[in-house]
C-alpha cells in the first residue's frame, strides 16, 4: 500500500480542519515548528505566537518524551496536550505530537491533529496497528538505524490497518560520524518519493543537533524535494529542558522561513 506501483499519484495528507487545514503534499513547503518538549504556557505560547508569525503552518511540541535518560524530563503528559490545544485555539495552527505508546492513542488523538511515531518507536508494531485505528494523520519518523524499506514497512503497518494518511520523516540516521548528532540522510527525500507515493518530510533539528546546522539542511531537504520540514524552536534555547543546542530562536524562525520561501520559488 506505501508503494508507488500500487498509488502510480502522489497521496496528499491534509492535517487539521476548516481554515487552518494544511495539504501536506500539495501545497508549498509544510512547516512544523515548536519546542521538543511543552514546559509551560508561557513558553508554548512564546513559541506558537512566534511560528505563526513566521509562516509556519503546524506547531509542535512533546507531552510525552522518549528521553534516553529515565532522569530527564519526561514531558509534561496530559496537560502538555491540553496546553497544546489552546494554543491551537489561539494561533490556529493544528497540533502535532509524539504518542509513545498504542493506550495512549485514544487520548492524544483526541488533543492533537496528527500524531507522531518518534524513530524509537518507528518498529514499534502494536503502536503502528493502533495508528491504524486512528482517525488522525501519522507522522512516521525513521528509525535511529532504521533502512527505507524498514520505514516503508512501518508505514505499511499504518496503511494495512486502515488510516491512509501517513507522512513519511527523514530524521537522520546513526553513523560513524560524530560532528554532528546524527546522519541526515537527504537522499532518502527523492529516494522515498521513487519509492512511495506517500509524503516526505525532513527534520533538520535532530537531523543534525546543532543549531547553526539546521537552516542550511532545511534549505538542501526544500531543493531535495521535501514537502514539509519539521523545526524545533525555544524563545529561550539555553534554558530548554530538551535538544536546546538545536533549537532555533524565533528569529532564527523567521529567517529559516524567508529562505526556505526562497529556495521553493526556485526549485
Ligand atoms: C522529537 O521530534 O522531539 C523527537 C523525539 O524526535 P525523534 O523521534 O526523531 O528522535
Ligand atoms: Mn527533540
Redo the contacts with the bound molecule.
Keep these: 500500500l506505501a508503494s508507488r506501483d500500487s498509488h502510480p499519484s502522489r497521496t496528499v495528507v491534509t492535517i487539521g480542519e476548516g481554515e487552518g487545514a494544511v495539504r501536506v503534499g500539495a501545497d508549498a513547503v509544510a512547516v512544523i515548528a515548536g519546542p ?2 511543552v514546559e509551560s504556557w508561557a513558553q508554548l505560547e512564546a513559541v506558537a505566537r512566534a511560528a505563526k508569525a513566521a509562516g509556519a503552518r503546524l506547531l ?1 511540541g ?1 507531552a510525552f ?2 528521553r534516553t535518560s529515565p532522569y530527564a524530563f519526561q514531558g509534561l503528559g496530559e496537560e502538555g496536550l491540553r496546553l497544546l490545544a489552546r494554543a491551537r485555539g489561539e494561533t490556529g495552527l493544528p497540533v502535532v505530537t ?1 504518542v509513545m505508546t498504542a493506550e495512549m492513542v485514544p487520548l492524544v488523538e483526541e488533543h492533537a491533529d496528527a500524531l ?7 518498529q514499534n508494531f502494536d503502536l503502528l496497528r493502533a495508528c491504524g485505528k486512528a482517525r488522525k494523520p501519522v507522522l512516521l ?2 528509525g ?1 538505524s532504521a533502512t527505507l524499506e524498514e520505514l516503508l514497512m512501518a508505514a505499511e503497518y499504518v496503511l494495512a490497518g486502515g488510516n491512509a494518511r501517513v507522512i513519511l ?1 527523514e ?2 540516521i546513526r553513523t560513524y560520524e560524530k560532528a554532528t548528532r546524527n546522519t541526515l540522510d537527504l537522499s532518502a527525500v527523492p529516494a522515498l518519493k521513487e519509492l512511495s507515493h506517500l509524503p516526505v518530510m525532513v ?1 533538520p ?2 537531523g543534525t543537533g546543532k543549531r547553526s546546522l539546521v537552516t542550511p539542511m532545511a534549505l538542501a531537504a526544500v531543493a531535495a524535494g521535501a514537502d514539509g520540514l ?1 523545526v ?1 524552536v525555544h524563545p529561550d534555547p539555553a534554558h530548554a529542558l ?2 536546546g543546542p538545536q533549537s532555533l530562536t524565533p528569529d532564527g524562525l523567521v529567517d529559516l522561513m524567508a529562505r526556505v520561501r526562497a529556495v521553493a520559488a526556485a526549485v
Excluded: W, Y
Excluded at 507522531?116 to 518507528?122: H, I, S
Design positions: 521538543c518538549a509542535r512533546g518524551k522518549p509524539e507522531q511515531v518518534g524513530a524509537r518507536n518507528m519518523k525513521r535511529l520523516c530524521r537522520g527534520d533539528s535532530h519539521l524545533e530538551s535538544d
